[in-house]
């Protein structure tokens, strides 16, 4: 088990520009979850994916965000045209099962500054 | 959608003493009721949890009790050590939607 890692772990931006996060996931999960966290705030959900769909998004993944687990293994977050605003921690978790009721596994996060 | 409130933001303890930390929901269809523990520089951790069928739960020092009327669920950690220095959420969710964490209590324990 060599648990959920995030790539890369810190990025530096200029406003505007594109960034990429991606996320591999702990083999045998079929579940694969994005989170932002700020300085002081809990993780705040973005989006989620069983295997390769993409079941839920949240109202805070605005049109410049698009994430994508297109064989349903690792999975890429992807930010447009970068904010400042958009300065953060990108957090990627894990679960077994076909439920959101069971144990989240957490990368240690991808932190993006936008300047 | 469902709505997390936890407090207190921060709590200091001296070693030994117990801590607890409280939250509320909004979302009656809540039923699985996550607490996590996040070190610095780190992802966020397990550390116990309840299911809305459950009132209690206790592993060793940590205990989680939940009051399904009230919407309100507690983490209650006794004789506490310094490293259990932390961030801790608190969340909620049901099976068709994702996970949502309060803000965060951050403890210090000191000795």
């Known amino acids: 088990d060599t648990g959920v890692s995030q790539d890369p772990r810190h990025k530096i931006t200029k406003r505007g520009q594109n960034v990429t996060f991606r996320c591999d996931p702990i083999?045998?999960?079929?579940?694969l979850y994005w989170y932002r966290q700020t300085l002081g705030q809990g993780p705040e959900f973005l989006t989620y994916f069983q295997n390769e769909a993409q079941l839920e998004k949240s109202r805070l993944l605005s049109d410049r965000f698009s994430a994508e687990r297109p064989k349903g293994s690792f999975s890429t977050l992807e930010i447009q045209r970068t904010e400042q605003g958009d300065s953060a921690m990108y957090l990627c978790?894990?679960?077994?099962?076909?439920?959101?009721?069971?144990?989240?596994?957490f990368g240690e996060g991808s932190r993006l500054t936008v300047l | 959608g469902e709505n997390v409130e936890q407090h207190p933001s921060t709590l200091s303890v001296q070693e030994g003493d117990s801590a607890v930390i409280k939250c509320t929901y909004s979302?009656?269809?809540?039923?699985?009721f996550p607490w996590y523990k996040q070190e610095l520089g780190k992802g966020p951790q397990l550390i116990i949890d309840?299911?809305?069928?459950?009132g209690e739960k206790k592993d060793q020092r940590i205990a989680v009790t939940l009051n399904k009327t009230a919407k309100h669920f507690s983490l209650h950690i006794t004789e506490t050590q310094p490293e259990d220095s932390a961030v801790y959420f608190c969340?909620?969710?049901?099976?068709?939607?994702?996970?949502?964490f309060g803000k965060g209590t951050t403890l210090s324990v000191s000795s």
């Open positions: 309840i299911r809305s069928n459950v």
């Open positions: 083999s045998e999960h079929n579940r």
């Open positions: 979302d009656s269809a809540s039923n699985y």
């Open positions: 978790a894990s679960s077994r099962g076909a439920s959101n009721t069971g144990e989240l596994f």
């Open positions: 969340a909620a969710s049901m099976a068709g939607t994702a996970l949502i």
